[in-house]
Nanobody
Framework: QVQLVESGGGLVQPGGSLRLSCAAS????????MGWYRQAPGKQRELVAI???????NYADSVKGRFTISRDNAKNTVYLQMNSLKPEDTAVYYC??????????WGQGTQVTVSS
C-alpha cells in the first residue's frame, strides 16, 4: 500500500507563489508516473502536471510557464512549484502515483486559495 502525504497549501495573494510537496511511503524511483491534479468547487478533477519515471513532464495549458513539477527520488517526494498564481488556480490539489502495474494512489489533498 502506498501512502501519499501532501503539504504546502495555503492562502496566497494573486501573483504569489507556493510549493506543494508530496511525500510517498515507498520508493518512487521506478514509479511509472507521478503527478498533481486539482479540483475546484463544482468542477471535475483535472490534470495539472505529471512527471514520468524517465523525467518527462506534461502540463495543463492553463499552468504552462507558471508551474513546475519535479521529483526527488532520494526523498521519495514530488514537488509542484506554483508561480504567478491566479484566483482561478484556487482548488484542492491532489498528488497521484501510478505504479508500473498501473495501480493508482491518491493523497488526501491540500487546499490552495488565491485571493486578495
Amino acid at each position: 500500500q502506498v501512502q501519499l502525504v501532501e503539504s504546502g497549501g495555503g492562502l496566497v495573494q494573486p501573483g504569489g507563489s507556493l510549493r506543494l510537496s508530496c511525500a510517498a511511503s515507498v520508493s518512487i524511483f521506478s514509479m511509472y508516473r507521478m503527478g498533481w491534479y486539482r479540483q475546484a468547487p463544482g468542477k471535475q478533477r483535472e490534470l495539472v502536471a505529471i512527471v514520468t519515471s524517465a523525467g518527462n513532464t506534461n502540463y495543463a495549458d492553463s499552468v504552462k510557464g507558471r508551474f513546475t513539477i519535479s521529483r526527488d527520488n532520494a526523498k521519495n517526494t514530488v514537488y509542484l512549484q506554483m508561480n504567478s498564481l491566479k484566483p482561478e488556480d484556487t482548488a484542492v490539489y491532489y498528488c497521484n502515483i501510478v505504479t508500473t502495474q498501473f495501480y493508482n494512489y491518491w493523497g488526501q489533498g491540500t487546499q490552495v486559495t488565491v485571493s486578495s
